[in-house]
């Protein structure tokens, strides 16, 4: 029980006068400690197990029972050493320090927690080997496209789990936007098939963990418990299943994950640990939602913290990432997860809502952990520099380094319609996506960046082109053919459409998904003409542009926008590929030569989705429309 925590590396120490330092006011909404109700005697210990050779050695256990506090921690195990036990303002929570040194032996030895006079309390804790299986935690690039699903939407493969009586929202209702429709873990692992011949090679699902809230809980981003898959969804050890799975079939898979808050159901806000887990304010306070609060050199204390420290929603306690159990908690559970399923990357939701220092460390932490994990943090606005500013490298002087590798690329998306749907001017129209990319050097790789149409909180594309299968066919074009690492929202391929207001409207099911659908949009005879029109564009586009190296990671060159052709190539020392962009209401005819930095000479070029030849002089472009071409040698 004695040790100095501190001098362990990368270890966050929680000193003995911590609860005189951490800031607090009072509540209206949660001022009560030690208040949840008949909880057992020893009613968790977290992370429920761990492994051995580890980069960083320490660990801290959050141990949470009815008056756990009173009780003495032993235990004894060769290279586990008992660094120190925490108490905190309230009972019943024990933080416990341990120390795995490199060279320990997997294995399991009993916690014992004792008091005077009682029998002692034991949890039976396992040390395990960390799984090096080739295939695990490969990364996701630009060789990749990241497909999004939202579970409780896209397959109910498993009717057993629709729906439990110890949960709060009960049952399954699919004629509300706003409650669970029974989509789950088995209805993905159904349809892996349907996906991997789409083109899809990473999926993402929206938070599976518990969302054990009474409302909407179908989201995802209410976490209630951090190391449990929502049972509505599955186990476990079904999302292993699911993440090996698509391992098997030559797909990755994307974590979601949430720092900033958590649902104000799980136990360690019902009964939290001391008042400092969550920001307090006197009265119920949101987030401004600024992130130039964060940004500006000249912005008040005031709006930072509005901004930092403000709640998202009633329903969501926003998480005080200044408090070290916090992070050593969030830190941990992170790891934990990807050690124990193999995932590839991670999307981190609301990103510029946490405390930047915290985040910075704990991607340093994440990344020692696992080099080739991807990581990409969710920022959404239309300003390339807003974005660049929350990306590592500190290349617009921010003056403190992210370690943030990439970030969603609101901004691409905003001058991809912009170009759709705009007329093209000095700064607007297709013009404006040129001006876009042209801002790239704000970022330490651009490259890196996930580019996207739509997402399950925005209108869907075929409603914001319109419903114009020129344009939608041109943003598919474009999303597959651009640097950066392209992710679309289920659906999409089957024109599945709506405007997100509110966004239940493009959370729909997918039709097929569910017995008794009335049409099967996972196969070619439940769906439309037009939808599969749409669907053989996309898997042709996915599929060539899983096989071709250059659109992974070739350079872009682009040309400024003339009468409004858009011009840019993709290329590497053995292929290029040409893209030109049609922005006007008519067909057009263009010629070429201004392009011979990249053409290099080359006289055809083949359509890459029609197959024909074609002569490099001169190329006629529908209105509205894009050609993908794949230039000869």
Not at 440 to 456: A, C, E, G, K, V
Request: a neutral charge.
């Amino acid at each position: 029980m004695a040790g100095n925590a501190a001098a362990a590396p990368n270890y966050i120490p929680v000193k003995p006068d911590m609860k005189k330092r951490l800031f607090f006011t009072a509540c209206c909404l949660l001022t009560a400690l030690g208040s949840f109700a008949q909880i057992p005697a020893l009613e968790r210990v977290e992370p429920m197990f761990w492994w051995v050779g580890m980069h960083n050695p320490n660990l801290q256990l959050l141990v949470h029972g009815n008056n756990i506090s009173a009780r003495k921690v032993e235990l004894k195990y060769p290279g586990v050493t008992l660094v120190a036990v925490h108490k905190v303002e309230n009972p019943n929570y024990l933080f416990v320090d341990l120390r795995v040194s490199s060279g320990t032996i997997p294995g399991t030895f009993p916690i014992k927690f004792i008091k005077a006079g009682e029998t002692p309390l034991i949890y039976s804790y396992a040390l395990k080997a960390r799984n090096h299986s080739a295939g695990r935690v490969q990364g996701v690039t630009g060789k990749d496209l990241i497909y999004l699903i939202m579970p409780d939407r896209f397959s109910n493969g498993d009717k057993s789990n629709d729906s439990f009586s110890n949960m709060r929202e009960q049952g399954i209702h699919r004629d509300s936007m706003f409650s669970r429709h029974g989509g789950d873990l088995q209805g993905i692992i159904n349809h892996l098939g349907y996906l991997k011949d789409l083109g899809v090679t990473s999926i993402w699902l929206t938070p599976a963990v518990e969302n054990d809230e009474p409302h909407a809980s179908y989201h995802g981003y209410a976490v209630t418990d951090h190391y449990k898959i929502d049972a509505r969804y599955g186990t476990n050890a079904l999302y292993k299943e699911f993440v090996d799975k698509c391992h098997s079939m030559g797909m990755k898979v994307v974590m979601d994950l949430v720092h900033n808050h958590a649902g104000t159901e799980g136990y360690t806000i019902l009964d939290m640990p001391m008042k400092s887990w969550v920001h307090q304010w006197p009265q119920y306070t949101k987030s401004n939602f600024k992130y130039e609060a964060v940004m500006d050199p000249h912005g008040s204390a005031a709006d930072r913290k509005q901004m930092l420290d403000g709640w998202f929603d009633r329903r969501m306690a926003d998480m005080n990432q200044d408090n070290p159990y916090v992070q050593n908690f969030l830190t941990q559970n992170h790891i934990w997860w990807i050690e124990y399923s193999g995932v590839d990357g991670l999307r981190l939701d609301t990103y510029p809502y946490n405390d930047p220092e915290y985040m910075a460390k704990w991607a340093v932490d994440v990344k020692a952990e696992f080099p080739h994990l991807t990581i990409f943090g969710e920022v959404l606005t239309p300003l390339p520099y807003t974005q660049a500013y929350f990306t590592q490298g500190n290349t617009i002087n921010r003056g403190l380094d992210t370690h943030l590798p990439a970030v969603t690329d609101a901004a691409v998306k905003d001058a991809i319609y912009e170009a759709l749907n705009g007329k093209d001017g000095w700064d607007s129209g297709v013009t404006h996506l040129y001006t876009i990319l042209a801002q790239d050097f704000m970022y330490q790789d651009p490259s890196r960046n996930t580019i996207f149409l739509d997402n399950h909180d925005m209108s869907r594309m075929l409603s914001m082109v319109g419903e114009d299968m020129n344009k939608y066919k041109s943003a598919m074009a474009m999303l597959m053919t651009l640097r950066g690492v392209p992710q679309m929202y289920y659906g999409d391929e089957i024109l599945m459409k709506n405007y997100s207001n509110p966004d239940g409207l493009v959370r729909e099911d997918f039709p097929g998904g569910w017995d008794g659908d009335k049409k099967d949009k996972f196969t070619a005879e439940g769906r439309s003409d037009k939808e599969n029109d749409a669907f053989n564009y996309v898997r042709k586009l996915a599929n060539y542009r899983k096989n071709t190296p250059v659109l992974h990671n070739g350079k872009l060159m682009q040309y400024l926008p003339e009468q409004g052709i858009y011009v840019y190539f993709r290329y590497d020392g053995k292929s290029t590929v040409m893209v030109v962009y049609n922005s006007n209401d008519k067909e057009e005819t263009t010629p070429t030569a201004r392009y011979s930095e990249r053409i290099k000479g080359v006289k055809s070029a083949k359509n890459v989705m029609t197959g024909e030849t074609l002569d490099l002089a001169n190329l006629t472009v529908g209105a509205k429309s894009t050609l993908i071409l794949e230039l000869g040698k």
